[in-house]
């Protein structure tokens, strides 16, 4: 089994998650993969079949350079937690729900909504607590 981790990108407000994956994965012994999921700017997703495949490419190494920037202090942390870094162009939803098979744990952020009273998911945490075949750790962000 592995731990998966769910990153929406780099932010600050990310550690809180970052870290429970991260402790997780220590105390069970197994490696962490890490799923980020992006999709085009809002400029080019009304015509995603027209965007230059060097832009694409451009854009796939971007989110690929945030990934490893936001997971490089917490590998220097936990230096024998082996750390596979995963970014895929799509739905974040269907991103993690795709790693989940062979997962013993997923963790996801929530993010605080001050307006409304309670505790709220968003569509990514509703999906995987429905979909995902092993348990799911949903952890607020600092």
Partial sequence: LRGVLGVEGVRPSDGAVVAFAFDAAAGRGVDLYAVHAWGLPPV?????????PVRYEELRREHAADLSRTLRPWRKRYPRIPVHESVVFGNPAQALVGACPRAGLLVVGRREHRRAPGTRLG???????????CPVAVVPHS
């Fill in 44 to 52: 080019q997703a009304y015509a995603p079949g027209d965007i230059d």
């Fill in 123 to 133: 569509p990514v945490g509703h999906a995987v607590l429905y979909h995902c075949s």
